[in-house]
């Protein structure tokens, strides 16, 4: 006989079968839950998060691809994250949910989160520096803590990068940043549960479409843009190659 089921779950009108880990879609918003033991772990995520978050959680990703560990790094992701497969920006997601619950009652959440993705590592069978874990602990730390006031440092620590915020009002954009010439098109969902899709494009170039936020590579330069809920921050920074992704 095969595992018998733990339980049922009721949010809105839909009956669950509970399981170890669930993401259960519910209007603008996901419900996030976590079965351990005896106990049940509730968060409730906005998917149109505050721009300081999708700025933070964007960079965290970009340290990552733009490492030179950068397999390594993701196969410890894959562990924290408890999948074996998934594009890059739903492992992070995943496994910012996870760390964001298991260090919830930590003293020093950063340096919990450090602990917790040298044990990853360990697991994983993967020899990586202290140091490097730590770095990406920072970075996810900052995903995980990022606030609205928090934005402009951000921004102001990125090496190398041109940096501006705008408005979203529904009209396409025409920007240029670092003699870069941008045009962001929104499009609207299908219907008011659907968040809307961001289109970026260089003259004659289509470069991504995105409802969370964009990584990819334009010419002698990264693109990062991420979104919030009326705004968007467009980040360039000056590099040879880049890796590109979209969520």
């Not at 809105?12 to 509970?18: A, H, K, N, S, Y």
């Not at 739903?90 to 040298?118: C, W």
């Not at 009209?171 to 941008?182: F, G, V």
């Not at 499009?187 to 936020?213: A, H, I, K, N």
């Amino acid at each position: 006989m095969g595992p018998q089921p733990i339980g049922s779950l009721f949010i809105g009108d839909q009956e669950l079968t509970l399981e170890p880990r669930l993401v259960v879609p519910f209007g603008r918003r996901r419900v996030l839950v976590f079965h351990e033991g005896r106990y049940v772990h509730f968060k409730v995520q906005d998917e149109a998060r505050a721009l300081a978050t999708m700025v933070a959680e964007a960079l965290a990703l970009y340290f990552v691809q733009e490492s030179s560990r950068r397999e390594e790094l993701f196969t410890v992701l894959k562990v924290v994250a408890n999948a074996v497969v998934g594009e890059p920006e739903d492992l992070l997601s995943r496994a910012l949910e996870r760390i964001d619950v298991v260090t919830a009652k930590a003293p020093e959440k950063q340096g919990a989160i450090e602990k917790y993705l040298i044990g990853a590592a360990r697991a994983a069978g993967v020899v990586l520096a202290d140091e490097l874990l730590c770095e990406l602990a920072h970075h996810l730390y900052r995903a995980l803590t990022a606030t609205a006031t928090d934005l402009s440092a951000i921004l102001e620590q990125i090496d190398n990068a041109e940096t501006a915020v705008y408005q979203l009002t529904g009209e396409p954009l025409s920007l240029e940043l670092a003699s870069c010439r941008l045009t962001v098109r929104q499009y609207r969902g299908r219907d008011e549960d659907t968040l809307d899709q961001l289109v970026v494009m260089l003259p004659g170039q289509l470069v991504g479409s995105f409802s969370r936020y964009l990584i990819a590579s334009i010419p002698s330069a990264t693109l990062i843009c991420a979104r919030g809920e009326q705004d968007l921050a467009v980040i360039l920074i000056r590099e040879e190659g880049g890796r590109s992704t979209s969520g």
